[in-house]
């Protein structure tokens, strides 16, 4: 009896031993638990919040850490007296305060105390809600020491001469150092190898052109930072002033030297509009137009060969949005407008990935479409001239079918954009989309790609660096040319008619190639020998546009004449090759986007 007492209270030990084991099992598994749930969540909540949460950032890698400078420091320079300023260099002022302190902050180190700097403005996020998260990327890298310390050492002198700050501040060249040192002593200047007279007239001269007139020139992204030893604390309401100016106008950049004006429209008046290639040549031109007009820009490019330099003067505007994205694959938005511009334009760069072209052309297409039907959006698409081939009629009306080479090196482009059209009206047949078609024929002006192996880029480059002009075939087939400003506003107004069957959009003045290749001779002045290479497969023999159509539905038709547009664009490409130094052009073959530092 004794011995079944004692072996059921051993049995009973080491089943409650048991159920103690398994509590704290249960406990520390719970524990644990607990304590990965809570870290899961603080690594989501820390890498998926967004300040703003109306904004919409398609990321394909982890999300870079958007950084916010630190200008308590850096905006320290308004006035040696603390006396008020004038708009410009106000806006001057904060400019390079933002641009520098976002190049050099490390994004492994983020600083955040801009946040408390600007807070009672109520207008940090308006101002830094327009800022690629990309802009930071590889920045810091590109400081050059040496201009650093030119720079402070320019900045002791712009303290004790105020007026020669005022000169540096509207010089335009932003990347050289010949305007820095214009400021200094003529001894120092000396030694540091010369540079332009302090009283040299081009550093102050206001020049007429492009969207409007030459205000101020802002101090260019990346320039290195001034030393604030010693400034006194810029006020709040310097600050707010300067802030409000970033919100009404775009701020001058290299590539962009003049100063473009915003409308302010009532909230029931502005809309959202999407981009799409809005940093290319046309597109950035459109951006201009729809920013001065007060609407909610957002730029979706993929840089295969839009330029960041074509954009970079609206990125602290308030209305202007960057989203790095491809249209291949898809994105969801709310907007009211849709311009479909996403497309490489230019025969050697569309024939350089000849599958990745036409899938831009038809499965970036449906994703715009689906888009726009989502939201019940209106759509534009921009075709192309290229879709009637080498054309039997002449002129081309947009009831011509066309005479295309399916299978040829530039049936990708035609025929991408020909079942693009084709999608357009399927969409808006079956289901309701509404829409909008140009066939926009050849364009030039400021901001085309050095390297895009155009009649016109070419053309110039090649004349103003008295290198052979070289022309593929006789130099007898035909071209009509139209400037990008008579394009955009052709856009604009398809966009906001009534009408929605194609439309052609080009000027009906024609030339032939050799012709052409002359005239740009004479208006350069250059010593370039026109010499001929064989024909380009498929090449056309002649391009003029019927525009009837759209003057009588749209009320459009070119305004600048060619000689005018091409005045502006060899200007452009002159301050191209002064900041480059040489640009060798490309060949009818297909090429890939060459990047330069001045593109990044």
């Not at 050289?176 to 002593?185: H, I």
């Not at 001065?292 to 957002?298: K, L, R, Y």
């Not at 040829?408 to 991408?416: N, Q, V």
């Not at 190639?513 to 250059?526: L, M, P």
Request: a negative charge; proline letters at 5%; hydrophobic letters at 30%.
């Amino acid at each position: 009896l004794i011995s079944n007492r004692r072996g059921t209270h051993q049995k009973a030990g080491r089943n409650d031993r048991r159920r103690i084991s398994s509590s704290y099992l249960q406990s520390y598994i719970l524990v644990v638990g607990i304590g990965l749930g809570f870290f899961m969540f603080t690594f989501m909540f820390t890498y998926t919040t967004i300040d703003n949460p109306g904004e919409v950032i398609v990321l394909k890698e982890p999300m870079p850490v958007l950084v916010q400078p630190d200008l308590s420091q850096d905006l320290q320079k308004i006035d040696k007296q603390g006396s008020p300023k004038s708009d410009v260099h106000v806006v001057d002022e904060i400019h390079s305060s933002l641009d520098t302190s976002l190049h050099r902050t490390d994004a492994a180190n983020v600083d955040v105390t801009a946040t408390t700097a600007l807070k009672k403005t109520g207008n940090s996020g308006d101002v830094l809600r327009g800022i690629s998260t990309d802009d930071t990327r590889g920045k810091a890298e590109r400081t050059d020491d040496k201009n650093s310390a030119q720079h402070e050492s320019s900045a002791k002198m712009n303290q004790e001469n105020p007026s020669v700050k005022d000169n540096d501040a509207a010089y335009p060249n932003s990347r050289g150092t010949e305007n820095k040192m214009s400021s200094l002593p003529a001894s120092e200047r000396e030694s540091r190898g010369g540079g332009i007279e302090p009283n040299d007239k081009s550093a102050n001269d206001s020049k007429e052109g492009g969207h409007g007139s030459v205000v101020a020139q802002s101090k260019s992204i990346g320039e290195a930072e001034e030393s604030s030893a010693g400034l006194p604390q810029i006020t709040e309401e310097q600050l707010f002033h300067g802030l409000k100016i970033l919100s009404q106008q775009s701020v001058s950049t290299a590539t962009t030297p003049h100063i473009m004006k915003t409308k302010q429209l009532p909230d029931h008046e502005r809309k959202r509009i999407l981009v799409t290639g809005g940093a290319g040549f046309v597109g950035s031109h459109l951006v201009d137009k729809l920013m001065m007009e007060g609407h909610e820009v957002i730029v979706l490019d993929n840089f295969f060969t839009g330029q960041r330099k074509n954009i970079e003067h609206w990125k602290f505007h308030p209305n202007f949005s960057l989203i790095v994205h491809d249209v291949t694959e898809e994105i969801y938005l709310e907007i009211d407008q849709v311009y479909h511009l996403a497309c490489p334009a230019s025969p050697p760069h569309y024939q350089y990935n000849p599958i990745k072209t036409i899938k831009t052309s038809t499965e970036g297409t449906l994703h715009m479409l689906g888009l726009a039907k989502r939201v019940n959006a209106r759509i534009l698409l921009t075709s192309t001239s290229e879709i009637y081939g080498d054309p039997d009629v002449h002129p081309q009306p947009e009831s011509y079918w066309g005479n295309v080479n399916t299978i040829g090196p530039r049936s990708c482009y035609d025929e991408g954009k020909r079942v693009a059209e084709t999608m357009m009206y399927a969409y808006r047949d079956q289901v309701g989309v509404d829409v909008r078609v140009a066939r926009i024929f050849n364009t030039f002006g400021p901001r085309m790609h050095q390297n895009d192996g155009r009649v016109v880029s070419n053309f110039i480059i090649q004349a103003l660096q008295n290198k052979d002009i070289t022309i593929y075939g006789t130099g007898e087939q035909s071209r009509s040319f139209q400037y990008v400003d008579d394009l955009v506003n052709g856009l604009y107004a398809l966009m906001n008619g009534e009408y929605d069957m194609p439309v052609n959009l080009g000027n009906p003045d024609e030339y032939t190639v050799k012709r052409f290749a002359e005239h740009i001779r004479d208006i350069t002045k250059s010593d370039s020998k026109i010499s001929y290479l064989p024909a380009s497969q498929d090449d056309p023999k002649q391009r003029r546009p019927d525009i009837s159509t759209a003057k009588s539905v749209i009320n459009w038709e070119p305004r600048v004449s060619v000689d005018e547009g091409l005045k502006l664009t060899i200007d452009y490409f002159q301050r191209v090759l002064d900041d480059m130094g040489e640009i060798l052009p490309t060949g009818p073959g297909a090429a890939k986007p060459k990047k330069f530092m001045s593109d990044e």
